[in-house]
């Protein structure tokens, strides 16, 4: 299938296919989805040069969330000229990123600068608020934002020409070879909602999107099989938790549980340790573990 955008690995630490970028060329430069962390600026630097261009060509950057992995680098696009296009509840944390730096600090700790490297804020005039279902019109790309809760509440999917950049509602789906599919969920604190995420696959489902597109990473053809693979891990997602969060595991033993759940799902889908690793660092289980532990504990534990 022939698309109209490029995909730029960012070899996250030092990982092939856990990051992606997006690039759209228009008549006036460069459009991306994501930004990338600022860890892997100059692995983006590296991939423009390659194909001819500066980050001065970068006139837009669409955000799906505002996450480090895929928007730490917004910052820094924006203060060479992009312009930086996010969610209206993701905005203000991108203006005046305190409190999301502060948050991710107490989950990433000392490793917060190797991971995410620097978190620039971005210029409030460079900031363009955009609403669900508000097309943004870029040159000749047109690209319509879909409200898509569940892994955050500040979560737009994209639509461009019949295509979903899903962000990480459409999980997380590393290209393996060998005919060899699989899709894991990315949970962590402190927006994780099953039932609001249930309600984002029937809108993907509804836009009948020829290919899905994850940031953690694309693309992918086979639509209905992917779809279903979302509603199947939250489905099992659901059901691991009624079975283990009654006997109020801390979550450190929630974690080793939960370790123990991925590998068996690893094993019933053929994941080498490579690949484990790979998907670790695209999405570490112990980050799911304490989102699980949240959703629970606030949506659940008092039903």
């Avoid at 974690?255 to 759940?261: A, I, N, S, T, V």
């Avoid at 590998?263 to 080498?272: A, F, H, M, T, V």
Wanted: glycine share 8%; with cysteine; proline share 7%.
């Amino acid at each position: 299938m022939a698309y109209r955008f490029e995909v730029l690995d960012l070899n996250f630490q030092n990982v092939p296919h856990t990051i992606a970028v997006y690039l759209f060329r228009h008549d006036k430069g460069l459009a991306l989805i994501e930004s990338g962390p600022g860890s892997t600026v100059p692995a983006l630097e590296k991939a423009l040069t390659a194909r001819g261009f500066t980050f001065g060509d970068i006139t837009d950057v669409l955000l799906t969330h505002i996450h480090l992995d895929h928007a730490g680098a917004a910052g820094f696009l924006a203060r060479r000229g992009a312009t930086i296009h996010v969610h209206p509840v993701g905005a203000p944390h991108m203006i005046h990123p305190e409190k999301l730096l502060k948050s991710a600090g107490r989950i990433y700790g000392d490793m917060m600068d190797t991971l995410w490297g620097e978190f620039l804020p971005v210029p409030e005039e460079k900031v363009h608020v955009v609403q669900d279902e508000e097309d943004i019109v870029i040159g000749d790309l047109r690209f319509t934002p879909l409200d898509t809760p569940g892994h955050a509440y500040h979560h737009y999917a994209y639509m461009f020409e019949g295509v979903c950049f899903s962000g990480d509602v459409g999980g997380v789906r590393l290209p393996l070879g060998n005919n060899t599919r699989h899709l894991r969920l990315p949970m962590p604190p402190p927006e994780f909602h099953l039932e609001k995420w249930r309600a984002s696959l029937t809108r993907l489902r509804e836009a009948a999107p020829r290919a899905i597109v994850p940031t953690h990473f694309g693309p992918y053809e086979d639509v209905n099989w992917h779809l279903d693979a979302i509603e199947r891990e939250l489905d099992d997602v659901e059901g691991f938790l009624e079975a283990v969060m009654p006997s109020q595991p801390s979550v450190e033993e929630l974690e080793r549980k939960l370790d123990g759940w991925v590998l068996e799902k690893n094993q019933r889908d053929g994941i080498d340790p490579e690949t484990h690793h790979a998907y670790e660092t695209a999405n570490p289980t112990w980050m799911s573990a304490s989102g699980l532990a949240r959703y629970w504990k606030k949506f659940r534990q008092s039903q």
